[in-house]
């Protein structure tokens, strides 16, 4: 019943925020019991008592045989939707597509809302499903109910390009963490992935590999973090003068949650004579790390393993992790100050801010063996 209660309520307080931004107008017809069951996977019972909801406050009405349409607001709902608005003037919105709770994200919160409550500003935070149609629709609802400003993590670079793209042809605050949308000059703010990867290779070939792998489940063209990781990689075996073979390269093949399929693709690897493992994040590194003792190889005894991020991994990993670490708080911090820059009417100093990121030399990497 509790759940049931959730979604209904979901339902009304959607259509609810659509009529007090304009979205819904005076005499508009709402959607249907069936198209709002449809749309939010719920039971006909459900959508129906979202409908009830908004007649009971007087938002709705109903015609018999034609539909439910939006009724006209009285002095008393137009007098609270502009008190809202003025609200929302003093709200700076963040958007997070859900994803591995690492500890890490928590970090960027916790920077963003430190430095804007300090500002006066409230922050309004939205975990939303990682689905782009479900992100584009959140996006679109903090966008028509009103908010000061937008504090976007994509989970890759094209995601709702159209939408982004028409909030700086607006000139609306909005500031991009973890990513640079290379398509659309918005404010961004990254850690330095190349650097850091190329710091990383470079620690393994001080350790006498030469054969080393980049393993990430992700395209490396699907995002710039990851596009930027793999350059660094690249670089880094180059100018070593070690061209990097296309076998070492696992592009987005590697599934960190299939371990079968995580153990095929390290024995192609092994069998090409690779010594030490990249991975693309922490989270990868682990599995990685688990396949390999499912096969019966140590680490680093038999192969040395990096990850990148430094998230918290205690009691994930036998050994502690060698990896880079960014500052996910200046990450957060950074991002807030930009935007405080950008409701101030200022224009930022770059467009892109690049952090600095952090070898941590820890237990999973030794000297190579084999000549």
């Not at 922050?123 to 499903?129: A, E, G, H, Q, S």
């Not at 371990?259 to 990868?284: H, Y």
């Not at 003792?293 to 005894?301: A, D, R, S, Y």
Request: glycine residues 8%; hydrophobic residues 40%.
């Amino acid at each position: 019943m509790a759940d049931t209660n959730l979604l209904y309520q979901k339902i009304a307080n959607d259509l609810r925020e659509s009529i007090y931004s304009g979205t819904l107008k005076e005499g508009e017809r709402l959607p249907t019991e069936m198209d709002l069951a449809k749309q939010y996977d719920v039971s006909r019972i459900t959508s129906k008592r979202a409908l009830e909801e908004l007649k009971q406050s007087g938002l709705a009405y109903s015609i018999r045989g034609s539909g439910t349409y939006v009724a006209k607001l009285s002095h008393r709902q137009e007098a609270d939707i502009s008190e809202r608005k003025s609200l929302y003037k003093q709200v700076v919105s963040m958007v997070i597509p859900f994803r591995s709770a690492d500890g890490g994200i928590v970090d960027t919160l916790t920077g963003v809302t430190n430095v804007l409550r300090a500002a006066g500003y409230m922050v309004d935070i939205n975990c939303l499903p990682n689905r782009e149609g479900d992100i584009r629709k959140g996006l679109m609802q903090i966008c028509e109910r009103g908010t000061a400003g937008l504090i976007y993590y994509p989970s890759s670079d094209s995601e709702n390009l159209e939408l982004l793209n028409m909030l700086y042809m607006e000139k609306f605050p909005l500031v991009i963490i973890d990513k640079r949308i290379d398509a659309l000059p918005l404010y961004s703010v990254v850690c330095d992935n190349q650097k850091g990867m190329r710091d990383v290779v470079e620690y393994l070939l001080s350790l006498g590999h030469k054969k080393i792998a980049f393993v990430t489940d992700k395209k490396i063209g699907l995002a710039s973090s990851v596009r930027d990781r793999y350059f660094g990689y690249a670089q880094a075996l180059r100018e070593a003068g070690i061209i990097a073979q296309p076998g070492w390269v696992l592009d987005g093949t590697y599934k960190a949650d299939d371990m079968e399929r995580g153990k095929t693709l390290l024995r192609g690897l092994l069998q090409q004579g690779v010594t030490a493992v990249c991975a693309i994040n922490d989270g990868v590194a682990i599995s990685v790390m688990r396949c390999l003792k499912l096969m019966g190889l140590e680490v680093p005894e038999d192969i040395s393993v990096t990850g990148f991020d430094d998230i918290r991994v205690k009691n994930l990993t036998e050994k502690p992790l060698t990896t880079v670490r960014q500052d996910m708080y200046q990450i957060g911090s950074n991002a807030a100050n930009i935007m405080l820059e950008l409701l101030r009417g200022e224009t930022p100093a770059m467009l892109h801010k690049v952090l600095p990121t952090e070898l941590k030399i820890r237990e999973t990497c030794a000297e190579c063996k084999i000549e």
